[in-house]
């Protein structure tokens, strides 16, 4: 009777702290992945202004070319109202790849759209697409790689997956104390 007390006890503690390390693990992932999109936002939408302000989008678009697929430097696509590339200086694989139009059509609606973009298997990029409008239309994007906060966010996992287990084990020994300690002589 004693020992399935203390079996109930531990189990009920050891679902607590299986709770209380994925919200920390979620909470950490959410947050990481999120702020992967905070120099793209900002590059985005001064991209956009310039363009609507009427500057060409060659102008807008830096001249220095980033390969998707091995750099981590963030880089612009500019489309046109109907998902033309007008000027980029992402490519992969020396071509510059299309997003699925969804895509462009939300940033069309809402203004813009932030999604995780895999043009390939891969390689995944952190993206913010803003559509503009003004003596022009179209849409920027603004993206670089997400292998950085994949990263941390691996080992993160690793190191809560740790804690999560020696929490275990310590509230396993807890309660096997606690449960000797309070049995009657």
Known sequence: ???????FAWVTLAAL???FCLTIYVVAQQTWRASANDPQ????????????AGRPADAVVPRDGVDMERSLAPFLIVFDAGGKVLAASGSLRGNVPGV?????????????NRVTWRPIGG?????????????????????????????????????????????????????AAGSWVLAPA
């Open 100 to 112: 699925p139009g969804g895509v462009l059509e939300y940033a069309r609606e809402r203004g813009e």
């Open 123 to 175: 390689v995944r990029i952190a993206s913010v697409i803003v559509a503009y409008s003004g003596s022009q239309q179209g849409f920027v994007l603004a993206g670089r790689s997400l292998e950085e906060t994949e990263n941390r966010i691996a080992q993160f996992g690793s190191l809560i997956m740790l804690a999560w287990a020696a929490t275990l084990v310590g509230l396993l020994l807890v309660v």
């Open 41 to 52: 936002i900002q590059l985005a939408r001064d991209a956009a202004a310039a363009l609507a």
């Open 17 to 19: 702290a299986t709770a």
């Open 1 to 7: 009777m004693k020992m399935n007390r203390a079996l």
